[in-house]
Structure formats: C-alpha cells, structure tokens
C-alpha cells in the first residue's frame, strides 16, 4: 500500500550542486505534481504533469527542471542549487474523476548552504 | 497559495469545537478541499465539498460553503489532541488544467 513515494526524505547540499528528487506512484495516476512548502507561504507548485509525456510549469518553476518518465515517476532536478531552494518539497498524484483528490508523498526536506 | 487565505493559528482546549476559516477568490472554484498535515509527513485528504453544496458533514467534521462571500470554514467537533496538526484548504480552479491552489495553512494546538 506504498501510494506516492519519495526518495530521498533528506538532503543537504552545497550552494552549485545539483541534485534529483525522484517520486513514483503506484495507483496508476495520470496526473502528478511537485510542491514546495516554506513557512508561511502555504504549498506552491512547481511543475505538474497531467499525464505521460506532458509537463508545465507551476507557479515557481525557476530553478528546476522535471521529467515524466513513465507513467509513474516523475523526477525533479535542481541544476545549480541555490539558498533559495532550502525548502520541504512534496510530489503528488491524482487521478479521480470529478474531484481531483491529491495523494501527497511523505516529503524530502532540502538543506541548501 | 497567492489567492487563498487563512489565519495562521488556531488554539483550542480537548473537547472544545474548532472552526478554521478560509477565504477564496475564484467564484469559478468547482471544488474546495480540506488537508491535514501531521508533523514530518505530507498531506492528507479530510474531506472536500463541492462547489454547488452548502454544507457537508462527515463524522466530527462538518464543511460549510458560502459562495456569496467566497467563504469556506471546517469545523471539528469535540477536538482531540490528534487534531493538532496543520490544515491547509485548497480550491480547484476552473481554467486550463484542473490543478489545486493551496493556502497558508492553520497551525491547530489541541491543549489538554
């Protein structure tokens, strides 16, 4: 019953360095999203996914970039970290029909100094 | 979430009733939701309401809609320590790509 999993859940880089987070879900989603989640500021949204083969930017795509592997992974790469990006960053999946209820993953918290 | 809003933090006492409060802004929205955050881990779904529907009520949790005013409010009832948690609404945007935007999120402590 693993649901949204993401790898890894922490990481502390180097201001340059790059790095990806990877996420897969197993409930045969077409739709899958990553989120960022800094104090005070609520979830923002980077990049989305809504199906195989397809990505758009969010609200704050600058920075990163994503890929849409498969139908369920959906990796997000930082090319040169920056401070900026020390944030709690949580990918999720949705699927339904007529309520788009997200799956979120359990979070990986990004340290970068 | 640049277009939802709500109160940063909430305190109650174990067994009182919490009503957490949110303000939208897209009269379009076709679904609001309501997420809990426990510490260390991601979102979950409690419930959500749509957009046609005043009220909705699911054991302790009851929803309430006004439209008119773009005002969603969720409200447990008998409030346990587990409640403490960060709840965060969410509405569904009606343009292009159906994605979610989410609020601040309320920082609920349940006191004993």
């Known amino acids: 019953n693993a649901g949204v999993t993401q790898t890894p859940k922490f990481q502390v880089l180097k201001t340059g360095q790059s790095m990806t987070l990877q996420c897969a879900q197993d409930m045969n989603h077409n739709s899958m999203y990553w989120y960022r989640q800094d104090p005070g500021m609520g979830l923002r949204l980077i990049y989305y996914?809504?199906?195989?083969?397809?990505?758009d930017k969010g609200e704050v795509p600058n920075g990163y970039n994503v890929s849409r592997l498969n139908k369920r992974e959906f990796s997000l790469r930082l090319e040169s970290a920056a401070p900026s990006q020390t944030s709690v960053y949580f990918c999720?999946?949705?699927?339904?029909?007529?309520?788009?209820?997200?799956?979120f993953g359990s979070g990986t918290q990004l340290s970068v100094l | 979430g640049e277009d939802v809003e709500q109160s940063l933090f909430l305190s109650v006492r174990e067994g009182d009733s919490s009503v957490i409060n949110c303000t939208y802004t897209?009269?379009?929205?076709?679904?609001l939701y309501w997420y809990k955050q426990e510490p260390g881990a991601g979102l979950q779904l409690l419930t959500y309401i749509f957009s046609n529907m005043d009220m909705k009520q699911d054991q302790r949790l009851t929803v309430l809609l006004n439209k008119k005013d773009k005002h969603l409010s969720l409200r447990i009832a008998d409030t346990q320590t587990g409640d403490s948690a960060i709840y965060f609404c969410a509405e569904k945007k009606n343009t292009g790509f159906q994605k979610l935007v989410f609020g601040t999120g309320t920082r609920l402590l349940v006191s004993p």
């Open positions: 897209d009269s379009s929205s076709t679904y």
């Open positions: 996914s809504a199906s195989e083969g397809t990505t």
């Open positions: 999720a999946s949705s699927g339904g029909t007529g309520g788009e209820k997200l799956f």
